[in-house]
């Protein structure tokens, strides 16, 4: 693991791990924005609040009693995910220089928040469902749990979870055990950890996570936690990188084989990837995997011809919107480095 921060914990893994359409649970990166918070599964209650005719607390025996299981398989993408590539074009003071590997993909099992909701009766008024994990991040002002809402239309569909497991295994605390939500097709930051409360509102939430940061701002902006600032980061665009070989690779000039991820956040897919080797004058067409699901990335594989010395490759997706990424980071630097969905570039030398 590339390590970003050590506490919190912040780290990515080398791309190559990447490869399989479910990521092994060690090789899945971690996003926190403060100290793992200490809990105890026995002890642990959900409240499901707010504009609702019956709140409830719920153990997390309660939810699986009460509750069909789901498994879903669904990519988290972080909206840092390829920083490095922003910061390149000009710095970004006080954030992570990510690379491509701040997503990945998994089989999640846990219940519908659609069931829990109806369980709890959500009032007509209602328009947001808000979620706040028990992690207390020193980096928000003030100091606050981490948490984020999403659309009430958005909560009440099948693929939302209040999820206890990863590819069959207990959530590692790191993940957010014993509860957490995945949110498909959102940026990571709504999918919250150590989930303890579920508040049904009328407004989007004022959680320092979602009001001041996680926020498009234009270019020019200061970087100042006003609440409301900037765009809210929700859909994760359309975005693709290399996954082998690995960037600065030394390999066999003539033809070599590449492959790599593609993702397309809401209810949109990967339907097209291109590949260059000489800056983009002539692309080829990628064989697409499987899309495990409609939530999960798809893998890419093409054949380029290496010239010997360094060459610079290229790849773009298109989704099932026809959105294509756009080609140079300088297009989309903003001042958080958020949503790098620029180009994929990959340094080789063929020799
Ligand atoms: N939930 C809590 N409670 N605290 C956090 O810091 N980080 C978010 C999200 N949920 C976070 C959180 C962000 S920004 C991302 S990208 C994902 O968790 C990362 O999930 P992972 O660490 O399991 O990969
Ligand atoms: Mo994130």
Same mark, same amino acid.
Not at 55 to 72: H, I, K, N
Not at 119 to 143: H, I, K, R, W
């Given at each position: 693991?590339?390590?970003?921060?050590?506490?919190?914990?912040? /780290?990515?893994?080398?791309?190559?791990?990447l490869v399989d359409a479910v990521t092994p649970v060690s090789a899945f990166y971690s996003r926190n924005h403060g100290p793992v918070p200490a809990a105890d599964e026995e002890s642990w209650r959900l409240r499901v609040d707010g504009l609702?005719?019956?709140?409830?607390?719920?153990?997390?025996?309660?939810?699986?009693?009460?509750?069909?299981?789901?498994?879903?398989?669904?990519t988290l993408q972080c909206a840092g995910n390829r920083r490095a590539g922003l910061v390149a074009v000009k710095d970004i003071p006080g954030e992570a220089p990510w690379g491509p590997t701040a997503t990945a993909t998994a089989a999640w099992?846990?219940?519908?928040?659609?069931?829990?909701?109806?369980?709890?009766?959500?009032?007509?008024?209602?328009?947001?469902?808000?979620?706040?994990?028990?992690?207390?991040? =020193?980096?928000?002002?003030?100091?606050?749990?981490?948490?984020?809402?999403?659309?009430?239309?958005?909560?009440?569909?099948?693929?939302?979870?209040? /999820?206890?497991?990863?590819n069959g295994e207990p959530l590692p605390p790191v993940h957010g055990a014993p509860l957490r939500v995945v949110v498909p097709g959102y940026i990571g930051a709504r999918s919250v950890k150590w989930v303890h409360r579920v508040r049904v509102?009328?407004? =989007?939430?004022?959680?320092?996570?979602?009001?001041?940061?996680?926020?498009?701002?234009?270019?020019?902006?200061?970087?100042?936690?006003?609440?409301?600032?900037?765009?809210?980061?929700?859909?994760?665009?359309?975005?693709?990188?290399?996954?082998?070989?690995?960037?600065?690779?030394?390999?066999?000039?003539?033809?070599?084989?590449?492959?790599?991820?593609?993702?397309?956040?809401?209810?949109?897919?990967?339907?097209?990837?291109?590949?260059? /080797?000489?800056?983009?004058?002539?692309?080829?067409?990628?064989?697409?995997?499987?899309?495990?699901?409609?939530? /999960?990335?798809?893998?890419?594989?093409?054949?380029?011809?290496? =010239?010997?010395?360094?060459?610079?490759?290229?790849?773009?997706?298109?989704?099932?919107?026809?959105?294509?990424?756009?080609?140079?980071?300088?297009?989309?630097?903003?001042?958080?480095?958020?949503?790098?969905?620029?180009?994929?570039?990959?340094?080789?030398?063929?020799?």
């Amino acid at each position: 693991m590339t390590v970003h921060q050590v506490e919190p914990y912040n /780290a990515e893994p080398p791309r190559s791990v990447l490869v399989d359409a479910v990521t092994p649970v060690s090789a899945f990166y971690s996003r926190n924005h403060g100290p793992v918070p200490a809990a105890d599964e026995e002890s642990w209650r959900l409240r499901v609040d707010g504009l609702v005719t019956t709140p409830l607390s719920l153990s997390p025996a309660d939810l699986r009693e009460r509750f069909p299981e789901r498994t879903e398989t669904a990519t988290l993408q972080c909206a840092g995910n390829r920083r490095a590539g922003l910061v390149a074009v000009k710095d970004i003071p006080g954030e992570a220089p990510w690379g491509p590997t701040a997503t990945a993909t998994a089989a999640w099992t846990g219940v519908r928040l659609a069931d829990v909701l109806a369980a709890a009766g959500v009032s007509d008024t209602a328009t947001d469902v808000e979620f706040l994990g028990a992690d207390v991040s =020193p980096q928000a002002d003030p100091p606050q749990e981490f948490g984020g809402s999403i659309p009430l239309r958005k909560a009440g569909m099948p693929e939302v979870l209040l /999820a206890w497991a990863m590819n069959g295994e207990p959530l590692p605390p790191v993940h957010g055990a014993p509860l957490r939500v995945v949110v498909p097709g959102y940026i990571g930051a709504r999918s919250v950890k150590w989930v303890h409360r579920v508040r049904v509102t009328d407004a =989007p939430s004022p959680n320092f996570f979602q009001a001041s940061t996680y926020r498009l701002l234009p270019p020019d902006a200061e970087v100042t936690a006003t609440p409301g600032e900037g765009v809210e980061l929700g859909l994760v665009a359309v975005n693709s990188d290399f996954l082998t070989p690995d960037d600065d690779a030394e390999v066999p000039a003539g033809p070599t084989g590449v492959t790599g991820y593609a993702f397309a956040g809401g209810d949109r897919t990967i339907v097209r990837v291109d590949v260059s /080797a000489d800056g983009g004058s002539t692309w080829t067409q990628a064989e697409l995997g499987e899309q495990a699901s409609t939530w /999960a990335w798809r893998h890419w594989d093409a054949t380029v011809d290496v =010239p010997h010395g360094e060459v610079e490759l290229l790849a773009r997706a298109w989704d099932s919107s026809a959105a294509l990424q756009p080609e140079r980071p300088e297009q989309v630097w903003n001042p958080k480095g958020y949503v790098n969905n620029s180009w994929a570039r990959l340094r080789l030398r063929g020799v």
